[in-house]
């Protein structure tokens, strides 16, 4: 196993785990944001859509079936296995790591679900900062949905178990040197599995400094899925909506 293949986010998002711990953020979910989002960036039903890091599709499926065109993109080979069942003329799945540069571009690019903030390096979170603007046609719109750091900071759980399908986890966070992490204990019929995610607390500042960085334009910033104004200090989420200039 090289040390690339060792990366959490590599091995953890591609087990049956991940999508067990996660399942009631789910479809619906999805759906009801996208409705939003769609809603406020008043698309044109010919727009091409990029899902980047996409896991299984939920929010490419339900936005392939409002009439875009959605090509959904991730680094898990098993989460796109099971998108591509869902393939058609105008909703396409790739395996591609969020780091590198894309071939096409699009009226729009989501980054959805903290989706971002995974690597170690500085430069590679950047590097998705750059996919994004690089896979953006003039005047497109970039949204990334993201934790509102402080406020997962200041209600972190130490420790908690939770049972889903016969499996069991117990899961510690801890909030250290700038990023937020939960240490997975698996239980599956007295197997033992451990895993980890990793995830850099990005504030809202940090955004504004990556996205200028690299020429983009922010234009508004949400608190939740309902699109209600953003509030470092108790939104549940924080939505960036950016443009490229240029
Ligand atoms: C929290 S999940 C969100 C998935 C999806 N956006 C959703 O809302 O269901 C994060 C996703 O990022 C993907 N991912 C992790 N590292 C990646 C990388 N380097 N390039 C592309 N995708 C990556 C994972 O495989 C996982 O599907």
Redesign the pocket.
């Known amino acids: 196993m090289t040390k690339e293949h060792s990366k959490w986010?590599q091995s953890w998002?591609d087990t049956s785990y991940y999508h067990i711990l996660y399942k009631h953020r789910d479809y619906k979910e999805?759906e009801v944001f996208i409705k939003n989002i769609v809603n406020y960036l008043n698309l044109d039903k010919d727009d091409s859509i990029l899902d980047l890091?996409?896991?299984?599709g939920?929010?490419s499926i339900f936005l392939n079936t409002l009439g875009y065109k959605v090509t959904g993109?991730?680094?898990?080979k098993n989460?796109i296995e099971h998108a591509k069942t869902h393939e058609s003329n105008s909703l396409h799945f790739d395996v591609?790591?969020?780091?590198d540069i894309y071939k096409t571009q699009f009226e729009v690019v989501l980054n959805?679900?903290?989706?971002f903030g995974?690597f170690e390096e500085e430069a590679d979170n950047f590097k998705v900062i750059q996919t994004i603007k690089s896979s953006l046609k003039q005047n497109g719109i970039g949204v990334i949905d993201y934790m509102n750091s402080p406020v997962v900071i200041d209600n972190l759980i130490a420790q908690n178990t939770y049972e889903a399908e016969g499996v069991k986890f117990e899961l510690k966070r801890s909030y250290t040197d700038g990023f937020i992490t939960k240490d997975i204990k698996v239980n599956d019929a007295d197997e033992i599995h451990h895993f980890e995610e990793k995830v850099r607390a990005f504030s809202f500042q940090d955004f504004e400094t990556m996205l200028s960085n690299v020429g983009l334009h922010l234009l508004d910033c949400f608190g939740n899925y309902k699109l209600e104004p953003f509030n470092s200090k108790t939104s549940e989420r924080l939505i960036l909506i950016f443009m490229a200039n240029d």
């Open positions: 986010f998002f999805a890091a996409c896991g299984k939920r929010h993109l991730d680094l898990s989460s591609h790591d969020m780091r959805l679900f903290t989706s995974y």
